[in-house]
């Protein structure tokens, strides 16, 4: 695989992995609020890490429009099948008949099954298939949310031709996602679905049009402070003007300049040196399947932990992250390495490898 290819898998591998700490912001239910190390880790948890999604909308859009054409409309749909919508319905079965199962014995999960619905053909129904509301295995809703777009993409298409288009387009989803937080909409539906993830995808291929990769065309150290500065002066402004327009404003360019920083730091690396390394080619292997089933193996582990760790007030909330973590993603490691060896056909249902 050349460079280019190889910055793409790196960004990919990255991100799946910083969701899976994003989401370790779980352990703050047990712990402490307010004290130095709470703010430390809710820092990394919220405001590092959740450039990862909008990292992964902008590559997904890059690889979607590379050497795009209606022609491949087809065969680029079949390829999104294979690696978006059959793990994501595999995992959510999965994760129903957990709670289905499990609801019968353990009452913590009994009260996520009334929660959810489950117990109703529309409650799972909604929990499959609606984009309003997030799936059960919540992470996936990126994978249902990406192949709404693959399907769009003849449209999104038509105004990648031209600049004039282009410009309309980003001016259009922009006003959209004011809009929708003037009148009150849910930020889950303004932001994540379908204002930020939206623009991001159709930036990424805005990029797919040049003959750069969004970490070349977004490299350099002066990009790298310009974005930290931009970040820095929108912070600031979001703290300090407080209305939901403004707010949705400061979240889609905080998303963006959040992106560049991050392409910004990956163009500083030598990328040579990582992709050869063992470790990283293992964890690259796992990431997809870590993503996608995080949910249930870190958040059963953190579970099981935390009560046992009552007696701990200081390095409590590092320790669980590292159990949610480090722990959970080694426990998904060895489901990985077993599925590998004794049902491959069936993991590829799992970890987004299916070609159909």
């Known amino acids: 695989m050349n460079q280019r290819y190889d910055e793409i898998d790196l960004i990919r591998c990255l991100s799946n992995y ?74 959510n079965i999965l994760f129903i008949l957990i709670y289905l199962l499990g609801g019968l014995a353990v009452p913590r999960l009994a009260m996520r099954v009334e929660g959810f619905q489950l117990l109703s053909v529309s409650g799972i129904f909604d929990k499959l298939f609606s984009f309003v509301n997030p799936p059960i295995d919540g992470p996936l809703w990126f994978l249902r949310t990406l192949f709404l777009y693959s399907v769009i993409s003849p449209i999104l298409a038509f105004f990648l031709r031209n600049t004039y288009l282009k410009v309309s387009f980003i001016v259009a989803v922009f006003c959209a996602g004011l809009y929708f937080a003037a009148i009150g909409l849910s930020p889950r539906l303004s932001i994540s679905y379908p204002i930020y993830s939206l623009l991001m995808f159709f930036i990424g291929g805005i990029i797919s049009t040049t003959s750069f990769t969004p970490t070349r065309l977004l490299k350099g150290k002066k990009v790298l402070f310009s974005g930290l500065l931009g970040i820095l002066i929108i912070a600031v402004l979001n703290e300090i003007l407080i209305t939901p327009v403004v707010k949705e404003a400061c979240q889609i360019s905080l998303g963006l300049l959040k992106t560049i920083v991050f392409f910004s730091l990956i163009s500083l690396i030598d990328i040579s040196l990582i992709t050869k390394n063992s470790l990283y080619l293992k964890l690259k292997e796992l990431s997809f399947f870590a993503y996608a089933g995080h949910f249930l193996f870190c958040s059963i582990l953190l579970h099981m932990t935390a009560p046992l760790l009552g007696f701990l007030t200081y390095g409590k909330q590092t320790l669980l992250t590292l159990i949610f973590c480090v722990g959970g993603v080694y426990v998904m490691w060895i489901v990985f390495l077993i599925g590998k060896k004794v049902c491959p056909n069936l993991l590829r249902l799992f970890d987004g490898n299916l070609k159909i």
């Open 18 to 91: 910083m969701i899976i700490i994003l989401h370790a912001s779980a352990v703050n239910q047990y712990c402490i609020k307010g004290t130095i190390e709470y703010s430390i880790w809710n820092f990394i948890y919220s405001e590092v890490c959740s450039a990862a999604l909008p990292v992964l909308f902008m590559i997904s859009g890059f690889l979607l429009f590379k050497n795009y054409s209606l022609n491949s409309y087809k065969d680029k749909l079949k390829r999104r099948i294979g690696r978006l919508v059959v793990p994501y319905m595999t995992w």
